[in-house]
């Protein structure tokens, strides 16, 4: 009986870790295809603030290229694995355009932390 017991308490917490590693906000967009390239990596990132949230903004414009890359690919990566990040949201551009803006909001006392990978072609 005590094995039973223990079988199901393993379970139980193979469940709570299984259900913690996938409270990541993270953001994708588009669709790797053969040819593009890496454009750009960055991390936003806003420490947590005592009964506030938090936010923040990034923008990529590729200006003074002469012939910019298409978007096809985003992945903003939620560093925060634990369901306490922020959310990252799309404001313009994107997949089919050659720039993009996010937004970034944290929650209630906390921060974010994001990695923002950007592909094209």
Known sequence: MKLFFAFIAFIALFAVVAANSTLSHDLILGTRIP???????????????????KRGDFIYEQKGVPRPAKITYMMVKDQYTNGNGGYATLTNGGPGFDHVELHFTSQWWR??????????I
């Not at 040819?35 to 949230?53: E, N, P, T, Y």
């Not at 921060?111 to 094209?120: A, K, P, R």
Request: avoid cysteine; glycine fraction near 10%.
């Open 35 to 53: 040819g593009d390239q890496h454009l750009i990596r960055k991390v936003a990132f806003a420490k947590s603030a005592i009964m506030q949230k």
């Open 111 to 120: 921060g974010y932390n994001f990695v923002v990978d950007v592909y094209g």
